[in-house]
């Protein structure tokens, strides 16, 4: 009786806790079955970077191909190609870095000082747009202007200037490639910042103000002490990903003609994989970058944590 009691009690508190929070959890779910079905039941597929998988095998071959170990891992760290792609890798991705994480923190005060609540939204939905784009679309727009006979072309034409072929080399395609990524999402990123902005005590603000802080000042002391939190984590979240260095916007961009400064992992990984069918060295490269990207959140976090003190734990 007393085991028949204590299970009905049990039955009685979650079909309470069910009915109350039950639409919740429903909610949840399409995002919980995403996350499964495209993050954690691909994990599986690791494996193959460490044994010699060949595309006929389908999916049994995953469990059933033979065993390399770290053969793959020692070919491409050996390979001519290495010391190449990380360089790139890790140029283009500091370099977005260094202008992409400062510049949406300046935008952010900017629109926080904006007194016109019109233009205020103006501006901020100027900025925000272009993250709306895909990389599909905002390349097109670069080819247009940049093309050797797109409107940037045009315009050295009518002033007598030659025409300069601005994709097709290094020094010109870093740059563009590095301005527009900052174009991109420098304004969508800033909206974290504003937020963080608005709950700042206003009254810090008329303290700094009857001390004799100008704007500069009041910035200094108190706009950056008041969202250092929010930089700090964002700051260690973007290392996480050092080594993305943009995928998509490479792809649509590069040429063989700027490879020895646009060829990155990633790129790497889908001519090995996609193109050449070495899925089991392509996922040991893949791995590899993971496993880099892991360490630097780990190293990030920590020196955060000693100078800050604010972390993501």
């Known amino acids: 009786m007393r085991g028949e009691n204590i299970q009905k009690d049990i039955s009685s508190k979650y079909g309470i806790f069910l009915r109350k929070y039950g639409f919740f959890y429903l909610l949840i779910l399409p995002g919980l079955i995403y996350l499964i079905v495209f993050k954690y039941l691909p994990l599986a597929g690791l494996t193959i970077a460490f044994k010699q998988y060949q595309p006929g095998m389908g999916f049994q071959g995953i469990f059933t191909s033979q065993w390399v170990g770290l053969k793959h891992f020692r070919k491409f ?15 283009i991705s500091f370099a977005k870095l260094l202008l992409g994480f400062p ?19 103006f501006a901020q939905t100027v900025s925000y747009m272009p993250n ?6 905002v390349s097109g727009i670069i080819v ?3 093309s050797t006979d797109g409107a940037a072309n045009n315009v050295l034409n009518s002033i007598g200037c030659p025409p300069v072929s601005f994709l097709s080399q290094s020094s010109s395609f870093l740059k563009i490639i590095i301005i527009s990524d900052v174009w991109k999402y420098a304004g969508w990123d800033s909206i974290i910042y504003s937020a963080a902005i608005m709950s700042i005590d206003p009254t810090l603000y008329e303290a700094a103000s009857m001390d004799g802080a100008g704007k500069l000042r009041q910035i200094w002391h108190v706009t950056l002490p008041g969202i250092s939190s929010v930089i700090a984590i964002t700051l260690i979240l973007r290392m996480g990903g050092i080594l993305e260095a943009g995928f998509e916007q490479i792809l649509m961009l590069y040429s063989p003609a700027v490879y020895d400064v646009a060829d990155i992992i990633d790129t790497y990984v889908y001519r090995e994989g ?5 899925y089991s060295f392509s996922t040991a490269v893949s791995l590899f970058k993971s496993v880099l990207a892991a360490i630097m959140v ?14 993501l734990w």
């Open 103 to 121: 510049f949406p923190i300046l935008i952010a005060i900017m629109l926080n000082d904006l007194k016109n609540k019109y233009f205020k939204k």
């Open 274 to 278: 996609l193109q050449m069918a070495n």
């Open 77 to 91: 760290m050996g390979s001519y190609y290495f010391g190449e792609i990380m360089r790139n890798t890790l140029m």
């Open 298 to 311: 780990l190293i990030t976090n920590f020196l955060s944590k000693k100078v800050s003190g604010e972390g």
């Open 132 to 137: 709306f784009m895909s990389w599909v679309v």
């Open 144 to 146: 247009a202007i940049f």
